[in-house]
């Protein structure tokens, strides 16, 4: 049932594999916080505008929002935390010319209402 939200700069477009990273990480997280992966829906934002710190053209960045049912503890959302920033990391070439910044923000949902047709 993951919703997740991947925004990224464009100057990633290249290279950041954004299927390989989700079509790992669905599997990967599901075990973790015992959901199932057809439930999992991933998106991804390409930011064509974006300013990060001083604005000079050599940050980048990608954050991943994931929001999940209420009821699982902190520990283990700190765990799908760092899952979910290695398994960015690992769908991430080098760009030598970039500081790039990954992060990462898990919340619950206050209400969620779904219909598969």
Same mark, same amino acid.
């Given at each position: ?9 464009? !100057? ?18 599901? $075990?973790?916080?015992?959901? !199932? &992966? ?6 991804? &934002?390409?930011?064509?505008?974006? &300013? ?35 398994? &960015? ?7 030598? $010319? ?9 919340? $619950? ?9």
């Amino acid at each position: 049932m993951p919703q997740i939200t991947v925004e990224y700069s464009e !100057s990633l477009a290249g290279a950041f594999d954004r299927r390989g990273f989700a079509l790992a990480f669905h599997p990967a997280a599901a $075990d973790l916080i015992g959901s !199932s &992966v057809p439930g999992f829906k991933t998106r991804f &934002v390409k930011l064509d505008d974006a &300013v990060i710190g001083a604005g000079d053209g050599a940050e980048a960045m990608v954050h991943v929002g994931i929001a999940l049912l209420p009821g699982r503890d902190a520990a283990l959302k700190d765990r799908l935390g760092e899952l979910t920033l290695a398994t &960015v990391a690992d769908h991430l070439k080098p760009t030598p $010319d970039l500081n790039t910044q990954l992060t990462v923000e898990i919340r $619950d949902l206050a209400t969620y209402h779904k219909l598969a047709r």
